[in-house]
């Protein structure tokens, strides 16, 4: 059997779903919005799943965990309106206390499961202390959930059918092999970053330095078949 080649990148017609995985609220609009919208300009599929609701990441003296967490995942429904996503789902887990466990792998086969992509958009989980720890732990624990945990019926039959997975795109890593030129879809990337208001200090700071930014996504391309 010959083997598959590998995806082009986001206007691959092959790609007619694709899943998000990723730790906190804004994760996807810094890294991949323009990825996401690329894929969600030509209809396809793209399902968001957040790993926590980033109930830690304020400097605010009066914030409680609960409120940032609510404002947070309002933040990232209104972001994933603006990138056309399709299901949003937060699991909730505790910011900055995301480990590699089998509960969390369980919980991501299920995901995968019901989204069924052919593509998996997640952190690289390689490139070690530089990475926020959540990031790390859900770059990996999302791959192995797609290979083998989502593929092989054995594994949580309870989750419904077996799904695989074709490919991984791995963000925030380096060697990147696909490179998707962003520039069309900057504005509106900008635009969704901007709606998590509760973590962008001076927006017109934030619009202009990423203006002037070369206007890519890259991603380390691994095949899961």
Do not use: N
């Amino acid at each position: 059997m010959a083997k598959r080649s590998k995806f082009s990148g986001p206007d691959d017609p092959r790609v007619r779903r694709a899943l998000c995985i990723v730790a906190h609220p804004d994760d996807i609009d810094f890294f991949c919005a323009g990825t996401v919208l690329r894929l969600t300009g030509r209809r396809a599929l793209v399902d968001f799943v957040l790993v926590t609701s980033g109930d830690k990441g304020s400097h605010e003296p009066e914030a409680t965990s609960a409120e940032l967490a609510a404002t947070r995942e309002r933040e990232q429904l209104a972001a994933a309106t603006v990138l056309g996503a399709g299901r949003v789902e937060f699991l909730r887990h505790p910011d900055a206390e995301v480990v590699e466990s089998l509960e969390l792998r369980r919980e991501l086969v299920r995901e995968i499961r019901r989204s069924r992509p052919e593509v998996l958009l997640t952190f690289d989980p390689t490139p070690g202390y530089r990475q926020h720890p959540d990031h790390r732990a859900v770059g990996r624990v999302a791959l192995d959930a797609a290979w083998p945990c989502a593929r092989d019926r054995l594994w949580y039959p309870e989750l419904g059918a077996p799904h695989e997975t074709a490919e991984a795109w791995l963000f925030a890593g380096t060697g990147a092999g696909l490179v998707v030129d962003v520039r069309d879809e900057l504005e509106e990337k900008i635009r969704a970053r901007l709606l998590h208001r509760s973590q962008t200090g001076s927006p017109a700071a934030l619009r202009a330095r990423w203006r002037r930014m070369a206007g890519e996504e890259q991603f380390v391309q691994v095949d899961l078949r």
